[in-house]
């Protein structure tokens, strides 16, 4: 088995007051939410560019928070994966063009 440590392995929501929550584990905040009715705002602290997404409830907010935080890229064992191609994935196409940025070759 495998253990991904790049997905927090827990996570806990903590509400510190109206409008104001906070999702933490067992080391630092990985996001907090702050705002009010029609207008929430998660924050994104995993990276130190402190990406915000606004949404209109508390629910969506966690709803993103959860999808971040438990996607699972999985296939079950024996099973033939479907291959597309990278290109078709915007992040994928990000990191692709961050790797070809940073190799030597470009630098011409």
Not at 64 to 79: A, N, R, T
Request: hydrophobic share 35%.
């Amino acid at each position: 088995m495998i253990l991904d440590l790049t997905i927090p392995q827990n996570f806990s929501v903590i509400r510190r007051n109206y409008g104001h929550w906070d999702i933490v584990n067992d080391k630092r905040r990985l996001f907090r939410i702050r705002g009010g009715p029609s207008d929430y705002r998660v924050i994104d602290e995993r990276k130190s560019t402190f990406e915000h997404f606004t949404f209109r409830t508390i629910a969506a907010c966690m709803s993103f928070v959860c999808d971040e935080l438990m996607y699972e890229l999985i296939i079950v064992d024996g099973q033939k994966p479907q291959i597309i191609e990278s290109w078709n994935i915007s992040t994928t196409n990000e990191q692709l063009n961050l790797t070809q940025s940073a190799t030597p070759d470009s630098a011409s």
